[in-house]
């Protein structure tokens, strides 16, 4: 069985997916910046599910991705999940390049170069992990709501791009999840990482295209981006 790739797998949804995946038997390549951490991860997963892990040092904010070393490695699905909010100063320019490279710029490069090479194998998944942030600008978190929303786009686009080759992409949008990036966030709508992580590989084994998760949130969202722009700019969101 091809083995699957994680890109971003020291996060904590990345953590959760790969022992979902670990558990049915898939053999996984984890990439992240962090070797030190990865290598725990890959122990921890192989000990416990006896499958087998590799690792992929890749930091997507290096001039020079290592993009030749991911396509040199043999995998039939992709999961995009590294992302970052940024800071919340909301006059850091420099945040902006940040932002828009971890979740965007960078994403879109590696998906680019994936695409075609499963573009030429006639076969794949990719799984996008994008934002319910990026339906609408608000002014708590914009940058990133940006990022995501370009990078929502480029998924559709990719998808649109790919079915002709057999080669499935699936966009989900999660709301809030029990991660670092909610820490100290108190809302009854935060998810576990391992509910998200179930309902995504549910997902694409049904091979939906593009999802929320809580399903909830497509209400949620859809809600908020009906609210005229005069009442909308007023709100605090
Ligand atoms: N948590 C939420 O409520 C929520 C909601 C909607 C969408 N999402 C999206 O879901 C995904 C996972 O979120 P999470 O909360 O699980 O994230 P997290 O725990 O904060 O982890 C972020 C991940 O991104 C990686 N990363 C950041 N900068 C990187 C860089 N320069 N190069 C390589 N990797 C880098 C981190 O690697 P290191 O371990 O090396 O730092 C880590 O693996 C993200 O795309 C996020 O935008 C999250």
């Known amino acids: 069985m091809p083995r699957t790739l994680i890109i971003g797998a020291t996060s904590s949804l990345g953590i959760a997916i790969c022992r979902k995946l670990a558990q049915q038997g898939e053999d996984l390549i984890l990439c992240g910046r962090n ?7 890959s122990s921890d997963l192989s000990i416990r599910s006896g499958i087998k892990t590799s690792i992929i040092i890749l930091d997507l904010s290096a001039k020079k991705m290592a993009i030749n070393t991911l396509l040199k490695e ?72 940006s990022a995501k929303a370009g990078l929502t786009a480029f998924a559709s686009g990719l998808r649109n791009r790919l079915c002709k080759h057999n080669v499935h992409v699936m966009t989900v949008k999660p709301g809030f999840i029990d991660t670092p990036m909610t820490y100290q966030m108190n809302s009854p709508l935060i998810a576990s990482r391992e509910y998200v992580a179930d309902q995504i590989i549910k997902a694409l084994d049904k091979k939906k295209n593009s999802i929320y998760v809580p399903f909830f949130w497509r209400y949620i969202m859809l809600i908020i981006c009906l609210i005229p722009e005069r009442i909308f700019k007023k709100i605090n969101l």
């Open 35 to 41: 070797e030190e951490e990865l290598q725990l991860i």
């Open 74 to 145: 043999d995998f039939g699905t992709v999961y995009m999940i590294a992302g970052d909010m940024g800071t919340e100063d909301k006059n850091d320019i420099s945040n902006i390049d940040h932002v828009i490279n971890i979740n965007f710029t960078a994403p879109a490069k590696l998906l680019t170069a994936i695409a075609e090479k499963m573009e030429n194998a006639k076969q794949g998944s990719i799984v996008v992990i994008s934002s319910v942030a990026g339906d609408r600008g608000r002014q708590s978190n914009y940058p990133y709501g």
